[in-house]
């Protein structure tokens, strides 16, 4: 049950996009296709972004997607607006009904 | 709409115990996996608990295993998990959380707890 691995930090101007990586093992991220991915703002709860992978629960903006490349995920932000500005964490099923998270990325809108 | 209400949060001593419960209306509670994850401050998040929709299934983090019991009543729509042999490191916010398929797709505002001497 080791932590996935995220970037601290990452930044970008409006308008632009960036994308977040998720780094797992051949245990968990490399394994399935259930990474999901949370936006929280401080002092909110987390909010569900992306689930298995590539979808987007209703209401969440088409400028976040979600992609999965070997045990690396991604959440990709285009169009990047202000209100982006929050903490992205990622979290993958790592078998026998147990999950993982990431350590949580700090995305700055310069 | 989904809602979530954690409570049962405070202050224990180390080696104490809390039974944290959660409040859920909105939805068909017993059609659901739940979920109790932390939160410690100013970190990340940590996924603690998972339990099935008729509670024959129970899973944990490795750190609570053996002090941690999640449990459900699907009558009364409410999830709880008592926390035994306290450790400060157990210090956090506790959410819950609505679990469709190892996902967490509602979460409550959270109870704190703390543990300290």
């Known amino acids: 049950q080791s932590a996935l691995t995220q970037p601290a930090s990452v930044s970008g101007s409006p308008g632009q996009s960036i994308t977040i990586s998720c780094t797992g093992t051949s245990s968990d991220v490399g394994s399935y296709n259930l990474v999901s991915w949370y936006q929280q703002h401080p002092g909110k709860a987390p909010k569900l972004m992306i689930y298995e992978g590539i979808k987007r629960p209703s209401g969440v903006s088409d400028r976040f997607s979600g992609s999965k490349s070997g045990e690396t995920a991604s959440l990709t932000i285009s169009g990047l607006q202000a209100e982006d500005e929050a903490d992205y964490y990622c979290c993958s099923y790592a078998g026998s009904s147990t999950l993982v998270f990431g350590g949580g990325t700090k995305l700055t809108v310069l | 709409e989904v809602q979530l209400v954690e409570s049962g949060g405070g202050l224990v001593q180390p080696g104490g115990s809390l039974r944290l419960s959660c409040a859920a209306s909105g939805f068909t509670f017993s059609s659901y996996w739940m979920s109790w994850l932390r939160q410690a401050p100013g970190k990340g998040l940590e996924w603690v608990a998972n339990?099935?929709?008729?509670?024959?299934?129970?899973f944990y983090v490795d750190s609570v295993k053996g002090r941690f019991t999640i449990s459900r009543d699907n009558t009364k729509n409410s999830l709880s998990l008592q926390m035994n042999s306290l450790r400060a490191e157990d210090t956090a916010l506790y959410y819950c959380?609505?679990?469709?398929?190892?996902?967490?797709?509602?979460w409550g505002q959270g109870t704190l707890v703390t543990v300290s001497s």
């Open positions: 959380a609505r679990a469709p398929l190892f996902y967490f797709d509602s």
């Open positions: 339990i099935n929709q008729p509670a024959t299934e129970k």
